[in-house]
């Protein structure tokens, strides 16, 4: 059985960059405490929305 540890980590420092930016962005653009809630929210399924728009635009 492969090692795949560090494959992993990897992905999972992506998604937790992906997931810091998408939060500063959607509570930075907020005008109350619950629109920044709801952005929290977004952050963590951001690649399901990225996902969702490039299938999309692609005509799928």
Request: glycine share 12%; proline share 2%.
């Amino acid at each position: 059985m492969k090692d795949r540890s560090h494959t992993n980590s990897a992905s999972n420092a992506v998604y937790g960059l992906g997931f810091i930016g998408a939060a500063i962005y959607y509570v930075s653009t907020t005008s109350g405490f619950w629109a920044g809630a709801i952005g929290i929210l977004k952050a963590i399924v951001w690649p399901a929305f990225l996902v969702y728009e490039a299938m999309a635009s692609l005509g799928l």
